[in-house]
T-cell receptor, first 113, second 114 residues
Framework: GESVGLHLPTLSVQEGDNSIINCAYS??????FIWYKQESGKGPQFIID?????DKRQGQRVTVLLNKTVKHLSLQIAATQPGDSAVYFC????????????FGKGTKLTVNP | EPEVTQTPSHQVTQMGQEVILRCVPI?????FYWYRQILGQKVEFLVS????????KSEIFDDQFSVERPDGSNFTLKIRSTKLEDSAMYFC????????????FGNGTRLTVT
């Protein structure tokens, strides 16, 4: 069935280090993937998205990698800053767009100064 | 930067009462959504809305739930007879289109049913 899950519930890094947050999905029909950041008391904030016809996409300090063979998605954050501390969710859709996103449980990233 | 706004930020209600959660989506967006997040759990899809009708809904969105766009700016979620298990954060979201358009979320309404 459709499910999106995360390998690690928490990740702690030092300021300036690179962070990698992983996500596994099980629906082979998934064709659109999004990473969201959620700070305490706020709604999910869009970070970056990727379609299944791509395997890598870069944004400002962030890179998303998609491995469809093993149904794995990762978010890389370069030079992690204290402001990056938040819960990160991956989400997927098998309907070609944002409708009916399936979210993972989240990884809490803590950046230590 | 335009944002999705939700009111109230926190709603406390007694079991069996009706609640209406309100949202103002981003003005040029055409697709509207409600998601919920029970404490410590995943964000779950409830319903999507386009062109003044529901386009998709989940099994959570049963007959006690309804959505409405009463005017050109508001988008509401009504829960007719709240249950204890309806306690959650309810997020409204909107997007410009259906494809290549990420969802923009509001900061949520925390609903507490006592």
């Amino acid at each position: 069935g459709e499910s999106v899950g995360l390998h690690l519930p928490t990740l702690s890094v030092q300021e300036g280090d690179n962070s990698i947050i992983n996500c596994a999905y099980s629906n082979s029909a998934s064709d659109y993937f999004i990473w969201y950041k959620q700070e305490s008391g706020k709604g999910p904030q869009f970070i970056i998205d990727i379609r299944s016809n791509m395997d890598k996409r870069q944004g400002q300090r962030v890179t998303v990698l998609l491995n469809k063979t093993v149904k794995h998605l990762s978010l890389q954050i370069a030079a992690t800053q204290p402001g990056d501390s938040a819960v990160y969710f991956c989400a997927e859709s098998s309907q070609g767009g944002s409708e009916k996103l399936v979210f993972g449980k989240g990884t809490k990233l803590t950046v230590n100064p | 930067e335009p944002e999705v706004t939700q009111t109230p930020s926190h709603q406390v209600t007694q079991m069996g009462q009706e609640v209406i959660l309100r949202c103002v989506p981003i003005s040029n967006h055409l697709y509207f959504y409600w998601y919920r997040q029970i404490l410590g759990q995943k964000v779950e899809f409830l319903v999507s809305f386009y062109n003044n009708e529901i386009s998709e809904k989940s099994e959570i969105f049963d007959d006690q739930f309804s959505v409405e766009r009463p005017d050109g700016s508001n988008f509401t979620l009504k829960i007719r007879s709240t249950k204890l298990e309806d306690s959650a954060m309810y997020f409204c979201a909107s997007s410009e289109g259906r494809t290549d358009s990420p969802l923009h979320f509001g900061n949520g309404t925390r609903l507490t049913v006592t």
